[in-house]
Nanobody
Framework: QVQLVEFGGGLVQPGGSLRLSCAAS????????IGWFRQAPGKEREGVSCISSSDGSTYYADSVKGRFTISRDNAKNTMYLQMNSLKPEDTAVYYC???????????????WGQGTQVTVSS
């Protein structure tokens, strides 16, 4: 059974940090690009970051560049999103997703997690 499970969401003050984890099972994780997406209330889901399967290339949305860092541990079938200098506008449900291929658009991803809430507020 294919599963992607996110961990690490919560409430944090502006300027704080969180690390999200995404644990994968039931598929050949090492061959998949893994992406993080987020969806704020009343807004469309948007791409945040992605890490490729082939060479570990990383991609970031302009809104999070310099603040978020994506990484993966293929031995543990786990991917991480370190989020620093968080802002209220980062508040959203964060989803991890897997794509058998390169990093791509939202519609290209094969598997999705259930999401974890991140709230940035004082």
């Amino acid at each position: 059974q294919v599963q992607l499970v996110e961990f690490g969401g919560g409430l944090v003050q502006p300027g704080g940090s969180l690390r999200l984890s995404c644990a994968a099972s039931g598929f050949a994780y090492a061959y998949y690009a893994i992406g993080w997406f987020r969806q704020a209330p009343g807004k469309e889901r948007e791409g945040v970051s992605c890490i490729s399967s082939s060479d570990g290339s990383t991609y970031y949305a302009d809104s999070v560049k310099g603040r978020f860092t994506i990484s993966r541990d293929n031995a543990k079938n786990t991917m991480y999103l370190q989020m620093n200098s968080l802002k209220p506008e980062d508040t959203a449900v964060y989803y991890c997703a897997a794509h058998l291929g390169p990093c791509g658009g939202l519609d290209e991803y094969d598997y999705w997690g259930q999401g974890t809430q991140v709230t940035v507020s004082s």
